[in-house]
T-cell receptor, first 116, second 115 residues
Framework: GAVVSQHPSRVICKSGTSVKIECRSL??????MFWYRQFPKQSLMLMAT?????????EQGVEKDKFLINHASLTLSTLTVTSAHPEDSSFYIC????????????FGPGTRLTVT | AQKITQTQPGMFVQEKEAVTLDCTYD???????LFWYKQPSSGEMIFLIY??????QNATEGRYSLNFQKARKSANLVISASQLGDSAMYFC????????????FGSGTKLNVKP
């Protein structure tokens, strides 16, 4: 149980376009979802926390207007990178928690974004 | 200050031997949680082991054990009987307090298991 999927797994887009990444909890209801960013050979950095039905909470330094997060249901959160630039190229990973997990968060497999 | 410090960017270990991956943390909270994750080249984060700050016993999960030394603020991961499939990046992480939005990862250790 506790499977989180991400779609797409890889995406290449042109500079200036927007791209949407989906994060789904497949067999549980995710009260909270998290979005992380990982540059090559670096650690994961938390970008934002989203709770179902409310606005996302962004970490310091993360542009809200550039990285739009929507947590419309208990099983789906989306991250939209707007007007993407090459410096947005990165590995984006989501994770999800439920009310019944005491300490766990379940990670998705990640989405590799390349902006050309 | 870094919340999580992993001082070993890369480690080599011979197959079937044990290896210790170092992790130190910094927090003033009394309640916190420590985690280790494995990230193979495919990218997914695989949860390995968890230690709560109030847990008196060191956590163990199969071949993984966490050497928790609270006074030293260290939470080293010990992998016994290394296998070739253990080759991956390993991240130490901390949840500060009870909020998962205060979740910090270390810089990682690349473990290579030699046959």
């Amino acid at each position: 149980g506790a499977v989180v999927s991400q779609h797409p797994s890889r995406v290449i887009c042109k500079s200036g376009t927007s791209v949407k990444i989906e994060c789904r909890s497949l067999d549980f209801q995710a009260t909270t979802m998290f979005w992380y960013r990982q540059f090559p050979k670096q650690s994961l950095m938390l970008m934002a926390t989203s709770n179902e039905g409310s606005k996302a909470t962004y970490e310091q330094g993360v542009e809200k207007d550039k990285f739009l997060i929507n947590h419309a249901s208990l099983t789906l959160s989306t991250l939209t990178v707007t007007s993407a630039h090459p410096e947005d190229s990165s590995f984006y990973i989501c994770s999800a928690r439920t009310s019944w997990t005491t300490y766990e968060q379940y990670f998705g497999p990640g989405t590799r974004l390349t902006v050309t | 200050a870094q919340k999580i410090t992993q001082t070993q960017p890369g480690m080599f270990v011979q197959e079937k031997e044990a290896v210790t991956l170092d992790c130190t943390y910094d927090t003033s909270d009394q309640s916190y949680g420590l985690f280790w994750y494995k990230q193979p080249s495919s990218g997914e984060m695989i949860f390995l082991i968890y230690q709560g700050s109030y847990d008196e016993q060191n956590a163990t999960e199969g071949r993984y054990s966490l050497n928790f030394q609270k006074a030293r603020k260290s939470a080293n991961l010990v992998i016994s009987a290394s296998q070739l499939g253990d080759s991956a990046m390993y991240f130490c992480a901390m949840r500060e307090g009870e909020d998962f939005n205060k979740f910090y990862f270390g810089s990682g250790t690349k473990l290579n298991v030699k046959p």
